[in-house]
């Protein structure tokens, strides 16, 4: 049985001496896990580290410092196993594990929120109703020069064809708004398809060992 100062054990968790009185006076600590009382209070180590693995939950284990040790969580050198034995010894991975994953993810989502941001300051990134509002007024700009040279197109079919120009222009207005009504319906179909979000994938953190 390995027991050492309050100060020591703190060394072996990467944690403040603070942090381990703390642990004490919550409770996180006790019984089998101290060796005396009081300031001269020793600490058990295997029995301490199975108290913490039990009371501490990952995002207190986070809130420590991602270096914090609190051991393995199963006793090491185990003796070996097969077959059935070995699949009923398996446990899911230990807490370590799981503050290596939230660490590994928030290097991810840190990468990804600055990876974005860079885009967005270089232009590659447009909001969806910016580029709806410019393609509308831009069909816009065009359907109306189209209208404004109807009087123009209407002067030369009536030279041509020795035709009232009023018949002509009344008639090319009668279809262009047929044609217009049509190309709006079809925008707005467009635009309503437009997705409001693209996926650019950006390279992950290559988890380190």
Same mark, same amino acid.
């Given at each position: ?102 660490? +590994?993810? /928030?290097?991810? !989502?840190?990468? $990804? ?7 967005? =300051? %270089? ?48 008639? +090319?207005? /009668?279809?262009? !708004?047929?044609? $217009? ?7 707005? =179909? %467009? ?19």
């Amino acid at each position: 049985m390995d027991v050492v100062s309050k100060g020591e054990f703190a060394r072996l968790s990467n944690v403040s001496p603070g942090r381990v009185s703390q642990w004490i006076s919550e409770g996180k600590l006790s019984g089998a896990a101290l060796v005396g009382s009081g300031r001269t209070a020793r600490i058990n180590v295997a029995e301490a580290r199975r108290q913490l693995r039990q009371k501490l939950d990952i995002s207190q284990r986070l809130g420590n410092g991602l270096d914090t040790d609190l051991g393995a969580d199963s006793p090491a050198d185990p003796a070996p196993a097969t077959g059935g034995e070995a699949a009923s010894r398996a446990k899911p991975p230990g807490i370590d594990y799981e503050i290596k994953r939230e660490k +590994l993810e /928030a290097m991810r !989502r840190a990468k $990804r929120r600055e990876e974005e941001e860079s885009r967005a =300051r %270089a232009g590659v990134y447009t909001r969806t109703e910016d580029v709806a509002r410019s393609a509308r007024s831009m069909v816009s700009t065009i359907m109306s020069g189209f209208e404004g040279g109807l009087a123009q197109f209407a002067d030369a079919i009536a030279a041509k064809f020795d035709v009232p120009k009023r018949d002509v222009l009344h008639l +090319l207005r /009668a279809e262009y !708004r047929t044609v $217009r009504q049509k190309m709006a319906a079809a925008q707005r =179909r %467009a635009l309503a398809n437009l997705p409001v979000h693209v996926d650019d994938p950006v390279e992950d953190v290559e988890p380190v060992e």
